[in-house]
Nanobody
Framework: QVQLVESGGGLVPAGGSLRLSCAASGRTLSYYVMGWFRQAPGKERKFVATINWSGGSTYYADSVKGRFTISRDNAKNTVYLQMNSLKPEDTAVYYC????????????????WGQGTQVTVSS
């Protein structure tokens, strides 16, 4: 069993930056692919970014490409999402997830999910 806890959310003006963290406990994340997803009020949860087990391969939704960076530190059992040039439409609850198969995780089929952290971008 893996427990995931996100942190780092908050209120930021448009154009600002935030770094989200996802700390894992219960089992090493080294053999899991990791991802970030977000859910805006009244909308379905959407894929943001994924990273493979080594950190050598990343994939982003078009809406965040060039602005967000996903990374991981397996020694710290933590995954990060650096968010720059934030826009009001980035406002959402952000969730991290862990999975065994990258394609399934990108489709939203994670094995483990965190409780989410709120990101609010003011205009």
């Amino acid at each position: 069993q893996v427990q995931l806890v996100e942190s780092g959310g908050g209120l930021v003006p448009a154009g600002g930056s935030l770094r989200l963290s996802c700390a894992a406990s219960g089992r090493t994340l080294s053999y899991y692919v990791m991802g970030w997803f977000r859910q805006a009020p009244g909308k379905e949860r959407k894929f943001v970014a994924t990273i493979n087990w080594s950190g050598g391969s990343t994939y982003y939704a078009d809406s965040v490409k060039g602005r967000f960076t996903i990374s991981r530190d397996n020694a710290k059992n933590t995954v990060y999402l650096q968010m720059n040039s934030l826009k009001p439409e980035d406002t959402a609850v952000y969730y991290c997830a862990a999975g065994r198969i990258l394609a399934q995780l990108r489709a939203g089929q994670g094995d483990y999910w965190g409780q989410g952290t709120q990101v609010t971008v003011s205009s």
